[in-house]
């Protein structure tokens, strides 16, 4: 309970700043924590948004449902070392 306690203060006292890069967002296809579309609360902050969905809700995409969180995160990865 502490933890989520401290989650939600942080959360709170968030003020998000523009990014002038790039910005690749990976969210779950049941997501109840966070805005169902991110590109709107996104879109005056990042200077462009990829967003794409995995199956499952927050939490478990990174528990039962990894492997396609795997995978994108794995493309991310090799298309980022790819332009070095």
């Known amino acids: 309970m502490q933890v ?3 989650s939600y203060l942080a ?7 523009p990014y002038p ?6 969210k779950s ?5 966070f805005p169902g579309d991110p590109v ?12 794409e969905t995995v199956p499952g809700s927050h ?3 990174v528990t039962t449902h ?14 980022a070392f790819s332009h070095e």
Do not use: C, H, T
Not at 21 to 26: A, E, M, Y
Not at 68 to 78: D, E, G, K, V
């Open 66 to 79: 990894f492997e396609s969180l795997a995978a994108i995160l794995s493309r991310y990865l090799n298309e």
């Open 4 to 6: 989520q306690k401290k």
């Open 11 to 17: 959360l709170a006292r968030y003020r998000p700043q």
């Open 59 to 61: 939490l478990n995409m």
């Open 40 to 51: 709107p609360v996104w879109a005056d902050l990042a200077a462009s948004l990829e967003v």
């Open 29 to 33: 296809e049941s997501d109840s924590y």
């Open 21 to 26: 890069g790039k910005i690749k967002f990976v």
